[in-house]
């Protein structure tokens, strides 16, 4: 249910504060930068910020038929000016969003948030003075206590994979009208789980994909990520990320009996399995990804949180960001068939603390570029992050679930949550996306993804992009076969000509139907080119 929006919904004890910063900021701007613009065709500032906060939200808006102004609702999700939350005001027709505008920080290294509103149901902007930096489209919260900055991961599956049958009719009925997935994406959910700045909980959706999906009766690698494509609207203005969560496995018969199951893998090293190597099998994924759903992915959750030294070496230069640490578990299971859920993180930290792994042991800081984070833990490891933040560290902890709980309600750590914040009432914690963690604890302003414009000539294909790369970019090709590959640029290293970043790819000699090319920037914002044809 959408109702009308309450009036400002500040907290008290930041009420004075924000006046006061209010009044000076309004004061030296001379009531030159403090604007309200109605969205109307004649503002036109107002439209030109639409049009970007649209593109930063891939939203579809500019697409949707126009609807009559009366029927349009405005809903502004952090309720008000409320300056410590990052959140999206949105423009629905029934039950449709036709545009939607994010809170921003107005500039690199401005200490201004850029904050929408609903007045008289329309959207509204105004600028505020953060008085401790903006960051993630936020005012960073008073220095003093440390803040808990607190990650929802979902897990986002299938129901049950027979790991028997070689060909699984997917069971999707979690998803669509009346399922789990629709409540957790609906007001009532919503509402009821704020964190201390009143901000809606917000969900980091893993979607999986792996090489049963592919060899379902619905063939399509990716049907977790076409399935919740209904919802990639309102996820984005609820503040949710889509992302990468990848089941290392293949068809096989370990012990020769003749009897074949869906086995996790534990190589990552060339070794063949029955519909390609290993290395192959994740590839085709990502090259699936970019592709058919025109994705990519710059964090990542491991299926069963399973990673080797290999692995983890291949994905240092796929994605910057990586959840699957699950310090200090290990499951190791008999390596006869039915394996799945085998992992060890036995040697890694198993506080809150990212590191970058080591090029020879996964589990061990080094010398990579990529960090990995842990995601799930204890009670004991909450109360261990609220200690720290009570002595003045900012910490971002993360917890998963899986998409088939219904409702999600063994989001036991909801509950631990406030367990914990009574014995530490005067540490704050926040709801984060898991993009939006990172960039918030390490400073980073950058939000943008890189433009990236591809110049061809005949079979030869060169990326330009506008900023460097986290890795060198995932060149993917559809062959007429319908299988996938990867296709890496001739050099990865880039050509840097003044403000610009080039990669070439020759395509000459190879037989495909479909070419694109996906990457990443240092700070996880991802981009993928238009397809080409052969
Ligand atoms: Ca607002
Ligand atoms: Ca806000
Ligand atoms: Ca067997
Ligand atoms: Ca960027």
Same mark, same amino acid.
């Given at each position: /249910? ?12 930041? %009420? ?26 004649? $503002? ?86 953060? %008085? !401790?930096?903006?960051?993630?489209? $936020? ?32 069971? +999707? ?19 009821? =789980?704020?964190?201390?700045?009143? &901000? ?68 990552? !090293?060339?070794?063949?399995?029955? *519909?390609?190597?290993?290395?192959? %099998? ?46 200090? /578990?290990?499951?190791? @299971? ?16 198993? =506080? ?32 261990? $992050?609220? =200690? +720290? ?12 679930? *899986? ?23 005067? #540490? ?10 990172? *960039? ?11 433009? $990236?414009? #591809?110049?061809? @000539? ?47 790819? !020759?395509?000459? &000699? +190879? ?24």
């Amino acid at each position: /249910m959408r109702k009308r929006i309450k009036p400002k919904r500040i907290k008290k004890d930041n %009420l004075l504060i924000s006046l006061a910063v209010f009044v000076f900021f309004v004061i030296i701007f001379a009531g030159i930068v403090y604007k309200n613009h109605g969205y109307t065709k004649q $503002a036109f500032g107002l439209e030109n910020e639409a049009v970007s906060i649209d593109n930063k939200l891939t939203s579809t808006a500019s697409k949707m038929p126009n609807q009559p102004l009366a029927l349009e609702t405005c809903q502004d999700n952090d309720e008000g000016m409320n300056f410590e939350v990052q959140s999206t005001v949105s423009i629905y027709s029934d039950q449709t969003i036709l545009r939607s505008y994010q809170d921003y920080c107005q500039a690199n290294g401005s200490n201004v948030v850029v904050e929408y509103t609903c007045q008289n149901n329309q959207p509204q902007m105004g600028y505020h003075y953060c %008085l !401790n930096g903006c960051v993630s489209g $936020a005012c960073k919260p008073a220095p003093g206590k440390g803040t808990i900055y607190v990650i929802h991961a979902v897990d986002t599956e299938e129901m049950g994979l027979d790991p028997k049958q070689q060909i699984n009719t997917l069971n +999707l009925s979690n998803y669509g009208p009346g399922s789990d997935v629709e409540y957790v994406l609906s007001e009532p959910y919503r509402n009821v =789980n704020r964190d201390s700045f009143g &901000g809606k909980i917000k969900l980091s959706w893993f979607l999986m994909n792996d090489e049963a999906y592919c060899q379902s009766t619905q063939a399509d690698c990716n049907i977790i990520h076409t399935t919740m494509r209904q919802y990639t609207q309102k996820a984005k203005a609820y503040g949710d990320t889509y992302s990468w969560h990848y089941h290392h496995q293949d068809w096989n018969d370990l012990n020769n009996d003749g009897i074949f199951f869906w086995n996790q893998l534990l190589t990552f !090293n060339q070794t063949p399995y029955t *519909h390609g190597t290993d290395v192959e %099998l994740a590839e085709k994924m990502l090259a699936s990804q970019i592709l058919d759903q025109q994705f990519y992915p710059s964090l990542i959750r491991m299926g069963w949180v399973w990673e080797n030294t290999d692995f983890s070496n291949w994905l240092d230069d796929i994605l910057p960001y990586d959840f699957s640490n699950l310090a200090p /578990m290990y499951n190791n @299971q008999s390596t006869s068939d039915g394996i799945g859920n085998v992992y060890d993180w036995r040697r890694a930290l198993a =506080n809150w603390s990212a590191y970058h792994p080591s090029s020879s042991d996964y589990q061990l800081p080094g010398n990579l570029k990529r960090q990995v984070f842990k995601c799930g833990g204890s009670l004991a490891d909450v109360f261990n $992050a609220f =200690n +720290l933040a009570n002595q003045g560290q900012d910490v971002l902890i993360c917890t998963y679930i *899986h998409s088939n709980y219904v409702y999600f309600d063994r989001y036991s750590w909801l509950n631990s949550l406030h367990e914990v914040i009574r014995r530490y009432p005067e #540490v704050k914690y926040k709801f984060v996306n898991a993009l939006e963690g990172i *960039h918030i604890m390490q400073n980073i302003i950058d939000e943008q993804a890189p433009s $990236a414009n #591809v110049n061809r @000539q005949g079979e030869v294909y060169t990326l330009i992009t506008n900023e460097p790369l986290f890795a060198y970019p995932f060149g993917a090709i559809k062959k007429p076969d319908g299988s996938y590959a990867r296709i890496k640029p001739q050099v990865l290293e880039p050509v840097i000509s003044g403000t610009s970043y080039g990669w070439t790819f !020759n395509l000459a &000699g +190879l037989d495909y139907s479909e070419f694109a090319i996906g990457g990443s920037d240092q700070s996880g914002n991802t981009f993928v080119t238009q397809k080409y044809l052969d």
